[in-house]
């Protein structure tokens, strides 16, 4: 892969690698790809990766200063070493299909957004459920999937008055970014649509429906299958 | 059996040790803001993992224990009386069944922990007890203590001092030492070089090493805002957000530096102009609004190292409290 990595030691037991300084889908495949090596590589380490950069938190009692090479610079020996290994074979990204019904009440601002993209609401929904999407990383709320892809027609700020309660598997757009927001939660981001599947679920074998590096695909569906997946997805 | 919540205090929650390995998911780490005063207490009740306890803030809760109860007080200690006997902290009491433990401000300090006997039993969420009330996970899902909650105690545990159980309060005789808890202001906190340090414009940085800051009302389990001094950096920085940790100081436009702490976000977009020493995480957690500090440059060894000598000494005192507890029964 790759250019190498800048490393930061961030605090007594982590370090900061990070590949670039912008928001952008080549180096967030870097990142991920990194994340997935080390995973492979370097057992022992928590990785959190985020747009461009990878946080690993690690037990320096682990790493013990050794000539004269502190816990944090053996990480890194270690890290840059397994990062420049060549991938045995290369796993293919996870997919994960979300249903999603588009307007009406699931989707207050979806009329919004077609006017301020000089778009009729049907070719937003088309170019929304077009592309492929990266969940770049997970934040702001447990489960919350930030969205790399989205159609730059599509782009539209962030509302000046966040709502209060934003309801649970709403899909949004907030800037260049879409995203679904796993619980109620405030925002500011545009609604366009609704997911009947839950995405964050702490009695689950895996709590979140989705995972950093992720791709991840919108289905239009109707009022009637919304309800019966949502349905199904009630415990 | 439980113990009912009479009155929740100013805001009283659940805490463990935290929740880890869960950061690529947006979970953060939440757990006890006083990790410290939290084993401790633990530790004077016999309890020796991860146990929750009762973390509250500047004013504690009022409890009724339906059965008897060994309880310890450690960290800051509020007024605590139980029908009109009062209560020390920093050693374990033992409460008859019916007792109504009345806690109430704190001369010091700013969170006290209340530990039971065999722990409290609450289901863990993602492996942990801990309440994260900014993500609503946690003990009565991810919220603060209200009137009339019931906190569940461990029912297989056997908890009693020895002998028949007493009609009334027993306090042992024994108790730890709280003085290093409670230091004069301004208390200096060790800052590790951030990401942004060398972005702030020179008089700002020789102001964050050198000037006291006032902890701001502005101040809940995520994070506390500093007031005195405004910080400015040389020029604007867009960023993008990375992971922030407890401990992360951040600087937002409005030139007020931010300390992110036990229920930190897992990311964070502003610019991070230091990184606080693990050591000192819980003695910030300790000050409390309009108290000051300040900060010192230190390096990663010297953080580290002295992590290492608090952990030690922590370590050796747990073992000298089992110990003790050991050839008292």
Sequence with gaps: MSSTPQCEAMAEDALLLRFGDAIDVAINAQVHAAARRLHARCPGLEIVPAYASLLLRFDPAQWPAREGRSPHEQLIDTVLAALQQADQEREADRQVDIPVLYGGECGPDLAEVAILTALSVEQVIARHAAASYRVAMLGFAPGFPYLLGLDPGLATPRRHDPRQRVPAGSVAIGGSQTGIYPAELPGGWRLIGRTPLRLFHVDAPTPSLLRPGDRVRFQPIDAATFERLAGAATP | ?329
């Design chain 2, 1 to 329: 059996m439980s113990i009912e919540v009479l009155k929740p205090g100013l805001l009283s929650s659940l805490q463990d040790g935290g929740r880890t390995g869960q950061a690529a998911l947006g979970v953060g780490h939440a757990g006890a803001m006083d990790v410290p005063a939290w084993r401790l207490a633990n530790a004077l009740v016999g309890n020796t993992g991860d146990e929750a306890a009762l973390e509250f803030t500047l004013i504690g809760p009022t409890l009724r224990f339906e059965r008897a109860a060994t309880i310890a007080l450690c960290g800051a200690i509020p007024t605590a009386e139980v029908d009109g006997h009062a209560l020390p902290g920093w050693t374990r009491c033992r409460l008859p069944a019916g007792s109504v433990l009345r806690l109430g401000g704190m001369a010091q300090g700013c969170r006290g922990y209340l530990a039971v006997g065999g722990g409290f039993a609450a289901t863990p969420v993602l492996g942990s007890r801990s309440t994260d009330l900014h993500a609503g996970l946690g003990p009565f899902g991810g919220r603060a203590l209200r009137e009339g909650d019931r906190l569940e105690l461990d029912p297989h545990h056997a908890d009693s001092l020895h002998g028949t159980p007493q009609p009334q309060v027993q306090a042992q005789p024994w108790s730890l030492d709280p003085r290093a808890w409670f230091e004069p202001e301004p208390i200096a906190l060790a800052l590790l070089p951030g990401t942004h340090t060398d972005r702030l414009e020179a008089a700002s940085q020789s102001m964050l090493h050198g000037q006291t800051f006032r902890l701001s009302k502005d101040a809940n389990r995520t994070a506390c805002r500093l007031d005195g001094h405004r910080l400015d950096l040389q020029q604007p920085l867009e960023l993008i957000s990375e992971a922030v940790l407890p401990g992360t100081v951040q600087l937002p436009p409005s030139g007020q530096p931010i300390v992110l702490l036990a229920e930190a976000p897992v990311t964070g977009g502003y610019p991070r102009i230091g990184q606080l020493a693990a050591v000192d995480l819980p003695r910030l957690a300790q000050r409390r609004p309009g108290d000051t500090v300040c900060f010192h440059a230190c390096t990663l060894e010297e953080a580290q190292q002295r992590l290492a000598e608090h952990r030690d000494r922590l370590e050796r005192l747990l073992a000298a409290i089992a110990r003790r507890l050991a050839a008292a029964s």
